[in-house]
C-alpha cells in the first residue's frame, strides 16, 4: 500500500428518505435507499482494490455497524455547510497529515472501478488536477497533488455548471490538469434508465 496516496470517499448516511431524494420522487423513497446501498457496496468493492490509503467521509454521523471493512477504510466525518467546504476540509486534512496525491470519490458512479482510480493517481504525478467528467456538468472523481482551496470555493454545487466553473478556476491559477472519460452519476430515473442497476433493488 503506498501510503502517501489518499482515497477519499464520501457518503450519506443511509437512511429512509434521505438519500436519492430526486429518486425517490419516482421510485418512493425504500427502493431509492436499495439502489443507494448497492451503489455504494459496488463503489466500496471497486475502492477497496486501490493502491491507496482510504477514507470513507459520512454526512451526518460516523455508523459504528454496517458495509464498511473498517481493517480497510478509516471512518471519519464530513465538516462544513456545502459540499464544497466539506470537500474543502477532507483535502486539508488529507494534505496535513501528508499525503501527496488525493482522489476523491462520492457514491452515485457504479460505473468507478479500481483500474480507473490507480490511473487517476498514475495522473497525479504528472498534474496538478485529475477530473472525471460526469455526464450532468459535474464530476465523479477530483484528484490533487497540491491543495488549492479554491477550486471549492464559489461554485454552483449540483448544477450542470460544476465541471466549468472548476476549470475556470483551474486555469486561472495556471494548474495542470488531466480529464478522465466521462461517467454517469446516479441521480434521476432517467441516469438510473441508463445504468446496470435498473429494476435492482
Known sequence: MNTKKLLLIFVKNAINGHVKTRLAADLGD???????RKMLLQTLSEAAEADASKEVWYSSFIEKKGNVNEKLFHKKLQQGENLGERMKFAFNNAFKNGYKKVVIIGSDCPEITSDLLNDAFRLLESKDVVIGPSEDGGYYLLGKSLFEPSLFDRVEWSSPKVLQQTLEKIKKKSLSVALLHPLNDIDTIEDLK???FFNEG
Open 30 to 36: 425504500k427502493r431509492a435507499l436499495g439502489i443507494y
Open 194 to 196: 441508463k445504468s446496470k
